[in-house]
């Protein structure tokens, strides 16, 4: 994944814009990513990561569309093409997120305490 691209869309997110680029790298090397490309432009447009054991829990996490790109269906899209995949069937989703409830609440995920939401709670 271009690195570029991906400091600056979370460089544009409350909860990601001071991490340094190591921690980044770090993370990712950590999780399985996932991105939004816009082909004509040539241009990452979207990126998410998941963290999971892959037998009880995932965890969805730095879910962020370009604020240009936002409204075009690209979060959905990029959301459900990370929960049908096979390796995350079955399991307990699971994210934190102050924003965009009614995108998750369409994949299942349910919120608790305003801000963790949780999907799959009888795993």
Known sequence: MR???VMALLGMTYWADKRSRELVELSMKHSKCYG?????ED???GFARVISDFA???YLCDVIIDPDYRNNGFGAALVGYIENLPEYQGLRGVLITRDAHGLYEKF????LNGRAMVKGLNC
């Open 3 to 5: 690195m570029d691209e």
């Open 36 to 40: 939004v490309f816009v082909d004509d």
């Open 108 to 111: 299942g995920y349910e919120t």
């Open 43 to 45: 241009k990452l447009v």
């Open 56 to 58: 009880t829990t995932y």
